[in-house]
Structures are given as C-alpha cells and as structure tokens.
C-alpha cells in the first residue's frame, strides 16, 4: 500500500508541474540546497532547512557536478527526459529518474526513495557554457 502511495503521489506531482519547453536551459546552472523533505511513511514528513552545505551544477553540455563530492555515487551527467523528469547518471554506473520543477530560481527534486523525499535548492549562478 505505502508503496502505491508512493507512485501516486510522483503521479501527482508531475502532473502539477507546469509545461515549459526551456526547463532544459533553466536547469543549467549551479545550485545551493536549502531545504529537504523526509517522510516516515505517513504523510507527516515537512520540509527542513538544508544543515549540509551543498551545491549542485547542471552544464549545458549533459554534464553534473556536486559539492561535496561523494565518493560512493557522485553525479557525472544527467538527461532531461520530459518537462518533468530528469536522469542522473552517477560515478558506480547507476541512475536514478527524479521529478523536478523550477520555479522563482528554485529547484525542487523529488523521488529516488521508498517513502517521499525531496530537495530545494535556489538558484546561485546562470551559467553560459
């Protein structure tokens, strides 16, 4: 059940995401996190102040880069796939399809757990390359 929920509620989201055709070259950009969003399973996860300092960049050129680095699974690249969902493509050959939605210079990203979970960031710099 909780993980219909789940589908359900990415269903959801990404039906509320406004279409734009230039979410591509909107995403381009370096990225600081502000907020994330962990939910036990009940519905009662809220968003929280970011305590990591984090940065996130999308290139024009398919290319991710994070700070801090993991050493696990850091991002090398990423694919935009549909007004609201990109890939990530990571160093141990992994990926993982999340939903996004840019708004206001911020960035949310929700999926890749069992139960909801997300991330905001805003926006830190607009990059030409």
Known sequence: MKYFITV???????????????????????????????DPGDGSGTWMPATADYIIQFNKDNTAYE????????INRYNVTS???????????????????????TLTLMGGCIEACGTKYKRTDVLSN
Not at 8 to 21: E, G, N, P, Q, Y
Not at 67 to 74: G, S
């Open 8 to 38: 359900f509620s990415f269903f959801l989201i990404a039906l509320a995401c406004t279409k734009s055709s230039d979410n591509n070259s909107s995403l381009i950009g370096r990225w600081k996190l502000t907020e994330t969003l962990a």
């Open 67 to 74: 700070n801090p680095v993991n050493p696990y699974r850091n």
């Open 83 to 105: 007004d609201s969902t990109l890939t990530m493509f990571y160093s141990d050959g992994t990926s993982q399809n999340l939903y996004f939605k840019i708004e206001n210079n």
